[in-house]
């Protein structure tokens, strides 16, 4: 069994995920490392037994599952999804409208450049879908999804 371990300050530690996979902790510990934005956080692949892993309170939660191009503990997939797949479908309707205009537009300077909007929002549209949200985003995002649902129901 393979861990993520958190490591902020170099001094609080905590393991944020799990897998029986090396290779799949391992990219999630590169994509999660990429996406952080803070500079004293990092987070490390680590070997981890079978007993201890199943210990944690948390291992069920924390197990990842894959999400597009990149892995998400299995307690926040559907919090990331309701973020991630509203952002990409908005992403890919305004491509959608880029392309339309096109369609009815004969000036060149203007196809032109719609051409580079087009591009810009398809590579925005793969960042989103390879993007790794941090533990604590993905905590925030819990909560809120959770006390929208409490106010609802």
Same mark, same amino acid.
């Given at each position: ?23 799949? #902790? ?6 999660? %490392?990429?996406?952080?934005? /803070? ?5 490390? =692949? @680590?070997? +981890? ?47 959608? #409208? ?6 009815? %537009?004969?000036?060149?300077? /203007? ?5 580079? =909007? @087009?591009? +810009? ?33």
């Amino acid at each position: 069994m393979f861990a993520a371990l958190l490591v902020e300050n170099n001094r609080n530690k905590s393991i944020i995920a799990f897998h029986k996979k090396k290779d799949i #902790i391992i990219k999630y510990c590169k994509n999660a %490392n990429r996406d952080i934005d /803070d500079k004293n956080c990092k987070v490390f =692949a @680590i070997k +981890i037994e079978n007993k201890k892993a199943k210990q944690f309170q948390d291992y069920e939660d924390l197990y990842l599952v894959r999400y597009g191009q990149t892995y998400i503990q299995s307690k926040y997939l559907e919090t990331h999804q309701l973020d991630s797949d509203t952002l990409i479908d908005d992403l890919k309707y305004t491509r959608d #409208i880029l392309y339309r205009i096109i369609e009815f %537009n004969t000036n060149k300077k /203007d196809i032109k450049t719609l051409t580079k =909007a @087009i591009e +810009i929002v398809e590579h925005e549209i793969d960042i989103a879908k390879g993007y790794t949200p941090s533990i604590k985003e993905l905590v925030n995002r819990f909560h809120h999804y959770e006390e929208y649902k409490n106010t609802i129901y």
